[in-house]
């Protein structure tokens, strides 16, 4: 994974792109993962405890991809547990103050840095007792800029000493000023703020990081200039891959009668029936697509 020194040098300008990871599933990351640069394991919204993360970080160190852990809150304790599951780095989110990330910076680096606590167990077993004379160069410290005092205070979080990166998160930052998440978001707005976060990074030499699923959000991120974007997920995959599939199969079994008749007569075949389920539940609403979604198969050169 580029690191904040490595700016402008061995990734020639081109960003890094990074799958995230919501899912309790190693599986996906080994059969998926090496597509992209590095993985993001979302231990704050996914469906994630310490077990699955730990066995996520080991998928990913099998594929030789970076993996970076979000944690679910600014608990010290929190921090160092999921840097000693062996990640190359800790997402913190909501970081709106200096303060804030002076505190991330505490628990994340060991010193003269910060304060991390000594003794991860997996850290050990790989890289020996004195994994801590490179740990604070190899693992990257990310806060989140999801608040508009976040934003205000972009530039002085990007100064303090030991956070290697700011990501952007758009949709908190969208939320908090009252826009509809079910909307599209304003382009202009986005634009702007894009360009606030990478500008206070570049002031510091730090990474920009953000989130681009879709090609329009991808397009924005590109054109501001950030080092790594996430641009995948599995939740994405699994359902616009199951929407497109079921899509297919329904357009190629319309008009015919072939189906009809490998269903079995009686209780079994009613259960087939479009209404089977009238007086039991409510059926669920239509699957929406995610943004800028298109039942296409990529190419190898997409990939």
């Not at 700016?7 to 993962?33: D, R």
């Not at 979000?70 to 970081?95: E, K, N, Q």
């Not at 167990?121 to 160069?137: C, F």
């Amino acid at each position: 994974m580029v690191r904040s020194e490595d700016i402008g040098g061995a990734t020639g300008g081109v960003p890094q792109l990074g799958l995230c990871m919501m899912y309790p599933a190693p599986g996906i990351i080994e059969a998926i993962g090496p597509d992209w640069d590095w993985i993001w394991i979302d231990g704050q919204h996914g469906e994630l405890g310490y077990g699955d993360v730990l066995g996520m970080v080991r998928a990913a160190n099998l594929i030789e991809r970076p993996a970076i852990v979000r944690v679910a809150s600014h608990d010290y304790g929190a921090i160092g547990r999921a840097l000693d599951t062996g990640a190359d780095g800790v997402i913190l989110p909501m970081v709106d103050t200096p303060k804030q990330a002076e505190a991330a910076v505490k628990a994340a680096k060991f010193p003269p840095i910060g304060q991390r606590s000594y003794g991860g167990r997996r850290p050990v077993d790989l890289h020996g007792r004195d994994y801590t004379g490179t740990a604070n160069e190899d693992t990257l410290l990310i806060v989140q800029i999801e608040t508009p005092e976040a934003l205000v205070n972009a530039e002085a979080i990007a100064a303090v000493p030991g956070v290697d990166a700011l990501f952007l998160g758009p949709d908190d930052l969208m939320l908090r000023r009252g826009h509809p998440m079910a909307m599209p978001k304003p382009k202009d707005v986005l634009a702007a703020d894009m360009q606030s976060v990478v500008a206070a990074c570049a002031r510091h030499g730090k990474l920009a990081v953000t989130v681009g699923i879709g090609a329009d959000m991808f397009e924005l991120c590109l054109r501001a200039g950030f080092h790594l974007i996430v641009a995948g997920g599995d939740v994405f995959f699994l359902a616009d891959g199951s929407r497109c599939a079921a899509a297919a199969a329904r357009r190629a079994a319309a008009g015919t009668t072939a189906a009809a008749a490998c269903v079995p007569a009686g209780k079994v075949a009613g259960r087939f029936s479009p209404g089977w389920r009238a007086g039991r539940s409510p059926a669920p609403p239509p699957r929406p697509a995610s943004a800028g979604a298109e039942c296409v198969r990529p190419t190898p050169a997409s990939r």
